[in-house]
């Protein structure tokens, strides 16, 4: 079966600081992708998806970038963080067939002071 | 641009009270609407898909149904541990890609 893995679970970070939060996926083969952040009372913002090895759309312009070194791997990061960064970040990932949902990791909680 | 809306914000029922949960969408090209169940600090967890209006999908004291412009979480005798943010979220077509937008959630607590 397939398992979705994010680290850290919690993270404090110094405004200014680089951040580099990764995703990794196991039991399937060239998965879509994605970073969310979801704020409170909010729905989730997509921030990026890949549908392979270094391909990178972003949907929202901001202080973050997104890359996909392997097949499974998918890494969100950020040379300076600012304070609106903080949130709930959420890595996903869907199997390469059309119309199938989104299956989540347990999130890494970021708060930058 | 595609829109989703659930209903009520916050739910709170009795152990065994039942009731339904809604998410109203607005889009162009549905290719399925997702349901998810959220526990606080978590990611959320996948429950149904529903493709057609007119379909159902069941699973313990949960049923989704779809129509054109709803879908219906229906929950049965609720138990405490049923408690969580249920999200809705709507798939479609956008320039070739399929693009996932959610509903901010509905907040259930069921109290023993």
């Known amino acids: 079966s397939q398992t979705i893995h994010q680290w850290p679970a919690t993270l404090v970070q110094p405004v200014g600081s680089p951040l580099s939060l990764e995703c990794t996926v196991e039991?399937?083969?060239?998965?879509?992708l994605y970073w969310y952040r979801q704020a409170a009372g909010r729905g989730l913002q997509l921030l990026f998806y890949s549908v392979g090895i270094g391909q990178i759309s972003s949907e929202v312009p901001q202080n973050l970038s997104a890359s996909r070194p392997q097949d499974r791997q998918f890494i969100l990061s950020s040379k300076k963080l600012l304070l609106s960064d903080s949130g709930f970040y959420l890595c996903?990932?869907?199997?390469?067939?059309?119309?199938?949902?989104?299956?989540f990791g347990d999130g890494t909680r970021l708060s930058i002071l | 641009e595609d829109q989703v809306t659930q209903s009520p914000e916050a739910l709170r029922l009795q152990e065994g009270e039942s009731s339904s949960l809604n998410c109203s969408y607005t889009?162009?090209?549905?290719?399925?609407l997702f349901w998810y169940r959220q526990d606080p600090g978590k990611g959320p967890e996948f429950l149904f898909t529903l493709y057609s209006a007119g379909e159902e999908k069941e699973k313990e004291r949960l049923k989704a149904t779809l129509t054109k412009k709803e879908s219906f979480l229906h929950i049965t005798a609720p138990k405490p541990e049923d408690s969580a943010t249920y999200l809705c979220?709507?798939?479609?077509?956008?320039?070739?890609?399929?693009?996932?937008?959610f509903g901010t959630g509905t907040k259930l607590q069921v109290i023993p």
């Open positions: 039991g399937t083969s060239n998965p879509n």
């Open positions: 996903a990932w869907r199997g390469d067939r059309v119309n199938q949902p989104q299956h």
């Open positions: 979220a709507v798939q479609a077509d956008s320039g070739g890609y399929q693009k996932v937008t």
């Open positions: 889009v162009s090209g549905l290719r399925g």
